[in-house]
């Protein structure tokens, strides 16, 4: 509700650290839609006249941030602006050029078109242009919606990774039969440009198709040209990767943010809501061809380092029209990208499957695989790996370094000689005790280490366990011989065999084992004992007992049993 937006405005800047007089409230309906006269006398007027009447404020503010619950978009009248497709002209956008309180579609003269000529010098509040603001709109389906945005903002803003060292900027610029055309142009073109796709470590763009197929590992998504239906895409993928912004190049792109399915469920609040961008581009009513966001603008001043708000404000080509940002305009991409030649990579494959998997193993010097890739150019590199009983690693049971090796499979056995490297913990003869065990291992070269790659990172890797065997059996009554009930079977070895002094008829075998027992596959089946006499009538496993009932075996004949 609107009495929620206090409290998002005093939340939202506590989050970036903003003085509290950077802030206005306005007394504004709650309809996301209004009429321009409200527009003007509710939020374009007071918004001028407060800095105008606070020039020290004015002189430092550089962009303008439409809250929560403030209204997105307005119109004059039902053909003003045309096809509006239930919205209006941005309120967002009419607030970046404060001088003038007639709107329609004016040249931004801030604007740079990157796949044809990047703009090197970065914007400053000086070189802006009187009462010229860098906007952008925070506003969603509810206050944790909201507070969500600024938190991806914060998490993709905060970290010390490359953005693009496993990720993807996703294009789709052809949608055959579009009524804007065939293609987006502006988007090939930033595909295709030398300053947007060279080297494509930097720029790794891959195509798909927005309407059905999802985004695994996505960092930007551009999509042309579908308008409605945006709730019943694929937006889930995993990994989903980073998801700092996406455009689709659409009409009524963003004529509501406050709802996924009014509108026909439009682009801007699916890409947020359901598909868990930080941020989203999108038009408030009918934009025509040709007035839309650069998008290779906006790749490359975040690969530079710049904010979203900077990316999107001189990506876009006209002020006070209804093209905007829907998302933290203070979100930015600290490492973009790192050469790969520059990357140690962790360690891949690791195995075999029985020891990254939490199953039991008997063998306490256990092997395990993985394989190794060097950095480019070198020939070799060594390899570190640790065992543990604790997810920490805080008191390893083994710890070895290698010596530098060539790349490819490599593998370590428990307890191995020290010829081919240095233990730190454990050593040469070692065997495991029982209990489950985590394993990682990561790559060493002298420039530094890669990150640790865990066999599994919430559960023990392998389990130790003691092997399974016998310890008790018995041979037990079925018919109406005389004789004990239970005959003990001889389990020692080198022992000659029980002899069963019955008279022949059915034969029950009851086996007790040292620990439950299970079949492989877990159905009990006649096909996993073979018998060397008699015909096998019938299996039951009990916890740790298996019992067998045999028929027709001779009566002086030797009786084997096999697990297979």
Same mark, same amino acid.
């Given at each position: 509700p609107a009495s929620e937006s206090p409290a998002w405005v005093q939340w939202y800047?506590? !989050?970036?650290?903003?003085?509290?007089?950077?802030?206005?409230? @306005? !007394?504004?309906?709650?309809?996301?839609?209004?009429?321009?006269? +409200?527009?003007?006398?509710?939020?374009?007027?007071?918004?001028?006249?407060?800095?105008?009447?606070n020039p020290s404020l004015k002189t430092r503010i550089m962009g303008i941030i439409v809250g929560y619950r403030?209204?997105?978009?307005?119109? =004059?009248?039902?053909?003003?602006?045309?096809? #509006?497709?239930?919205?209006?002209?941005?309120?967002?956008?009419?607030?970046t050029d404060l001088t003038y309180d007639a709107w329609y579609k004016r040249a931004n003269p801030h604007t740079f078109v990157a796949s044809a000529s990047p703009n090197s010098t970065r914007?400053?509040?000086?070189? =802006?242009?009187?009462?010229?603001?860098?906007?952008?709109?925070?506003?969603?389906?509810?206050?944790?919606?909201?507070?969500?945005?600024?938190?991806?903002?914060?998490?993709?803003?905060?970290?010390?990774?490359?953005?693009?060292?496993?990720?993807?900027?996703?294009?789709?610029?052809?949608?055959?039969?579009?009524?804007?055309?065939?293609?987006?142009?502006?988007?090939?073109?930033?595909?295709?440009?030398?300053y947007t796709n060279t080297p494509p470590w930097r720029f790794p763009w891959l195509q798909y198709e927005s309407e059905n197929e999802p985004m695994p590992s996505c960092a930007l998504a551009f999509s042309y040209y579908r308008i409605t239906g945006w709730d019943t895409v694929p937006w889930l993928a995993d990994p989903s990767g980073s998801r700092v912004a996406a455009m689709a190049c659409n009409s009524w792109g963003a004529t509501t943010v406050?709802?996924?399915?009014?509108?026909?469920?439009?682009?801007?609040?699916?890409?947020?809501?359901?598909?868990?961008?930080?941020?989203?581009?999108?038009?408030?009513a009918e934009p025509y061809t040709g007035s839309e966001p650069q998008p290779s603008t906006i790749v490359w001043s975040l690969a530079e380092g710049r904010t979203l708000g900077e990316a999107c404000f001189q990506a876009n080509p006209y002020r006070n029209?209804?093209?905007? @940002?829907?998302?933290?305009?203070? @979100?930015?991409?600290?490492?973009?990208?790192?050469?790969?030649?520059?990357?140690?990579?962790?360690?891949?494959?690791?195995?075999?499957?029985?020891?990254?998997?939490?199953?039991? +193993?008997?063998?306490?010097?256990?092997?395990?695989?993985?394989?190794?890739?060097p950095r480019c150019g070198e020939d070799f590199v060594a390899f570190r790996l640790?065992?543990? #009983?604790?997810?920490?690693?805080?008191?390893? #049971?083994?710890?070895?370094?290698?010596?530098?090796?060539? #790349?490819?499979?490599?593998?370590?056995?428990?307890?191995?000689?020290?010829?081919?490297?240095?233990?730190?913990?454990?050593?040469?003869? !070692?065997?495991? +005790?029982?209990?489950?065990?985590?394993?990682?291992?990561?790559?060493?070269?002298?420039?530094?280490?890669?990150?640790?790659?865990?066999?599994?990172?919430?559960?023990?890797?392998?389990?130790?366990?003691?092997? =399974?065997? @016998?310890?008790?059996?018995?041979?037990?009554?079925?018919?109406?011989? =005389?004789?004990?009930?239970?005959?003990?079977?001889?389990?020692?070895?080198?022992?000659?065999?029980?002899t069963e002094p019955r008279r022949v008829g059915p034969l029950c075998l009851a086996l007790e084992f040292n620990k439950p027992i299970q079949p492989a596959d877990g159905i009990v089946d006649l096909n996993e004992v073979q018998t060397s006499a008699g015909v096998l009538q019938g299996v039951v496993i009990q916890n740790n007992q298996l019992t067998l009932d045999i028929n027709g075996v001779p009566d002086t004949s030797l009786l084997s049993i096999l697990f297979p």
């Open positions: 800047v506590e !989050q970036w650290g903003i003085p509290s007089e950077n802030t206005l409230a @306005l !007394q504004v309906p709650a309809d996301e839609r209004i009429h321009r006269d +409200t527009f003007r006398s509710q939020i374009f007027y007071p918004v001028r006249n407060h800095l105008n009447a403030v209204p997105g978009n307005f119109y =004059l009248d039902d053909t003003h602006p045309p096809m #509006q497709g239930g919205g209006g002209w941005s309120v967002t956008n009419n607030l914007l400053t509040k000086a070189a =802006l242009s009187t009462d010229c603001y860098l906007t952008a709109r925070l506003d969603g389906p509810s206050l944790a919606a909201v507070t969500a945005l600024t938190e991806r903002a914060r998490a993709i803003s905060d970290s010390p990774s490359p953005l693009l060292s496993f990720a993807h900027l996703y294009q789709d610029f052809v949608d055959i039969g579009a009524p804007a055309g065939d293609e987006w142009p502006a988007l090939r073109a930033a595909v295709q440009s030398p406050r709802s996924t399915t009014n509108h026909g469920a439009r682009f801007v609040p699916n890409a947020l809501f359901n598909g868990g961008f930080a941020a989203a581009i999108g038009a408030t029209f209804m093209w905007e @940002l829907v998302g933290d305009p203070l @979100l930015r991409v600290p490492l973009w990208a790192v050469d790969p030649c520059q990357i140690l990579a962790p360690p891949n494959d690791l195995g075999p499957p029985e020891l990254v998997s939490r199953q039991e +193993t008997t063998d306490v010097t256990p092997a395990l695989h993985f394989s190794l890739v640790q065992i543990a #009983q604790d997810p920490t690693f805080a008191d390893p #049971q083994v710890e070895f370094i290698s010596e530098p090796r060539s #790349q490819g499979p490599a593998s370590f056995t428990v307890g191995e000689p020290d010829d081919c490297g240095t233990y730190v913990a454990g050593g040469q003869g !070692q065997n495991l +005790t029982l209990g489950g065990y985590f394993w990682r291992v990561r790559a060493e070269d002298q420039m530094g280490t890669s990150d640790w790659a865990p066999a599994s990172p919430t559960s023990a890797s392998f389990v130790v366990a003691e092997p =399974l065997f @016998l310890v008790r059996a018995v041979s037990r009554k079925m018919h109406a011989a =005389l004789g004990p009930l239970d005959i003990e079977l001889e389990l020692s070895p080198g022992l000659p065999p029980t």
